[in-house]
């Protein structure tokens, strides 16, 4: 079994000060909802530092509705069986 850090290790990171990414690529809005925060914890820390990400996490499914409202995400990492409210 993996551990975070060998994970983190591969993942790809957006290279500081190139002019091949400045201002070419706006950063896209991935909201995650996981009724378990340790896995919101790592999923946030992992897409976020890559530096290609907004990242927001919302740990209470029945707030998941409003967040991605406000929030328009791009993408929705979303846990499909939670105790208060499936996904």
């Known amino acids: 079994v993996a551990n975070i850090d060998s994970i983190w290790a591969r993942v790809p990171h957006r ?6 990414y400045e201002g ?9 909802v996981d009724d378990d925060r ?3 914890d790592v999923l946030v820390r992992i897409l ?3 530096g290609f990400y907004d990242v927001i ?3 209470d499914p029945t707030q998941a509705v409003e967040a991605a409202r406000g929030f328009h ?8 069986v939670m105790a ?4």
């Not at 208060?84 to 996904?87: A, E, K, S, V």
């Open 57 to 59: 996490a919302v740990n």
């Open 24 to 32: 070419a690529l706006s950063k896209k809005r991935i909201l995650v």
């Open 38 to 40: 340790a896995v919101t």
């Open 84 to 87: 208060t409210l499936d996904g």
């Open 15 to 20: 290279p500081k000060n190139s002019p091949r």
């Open 73 to 80: 995400p791009d993408l929705v990492v979303l846990d499909i």
């Open 48 to 50: 976020e530092t890559t």
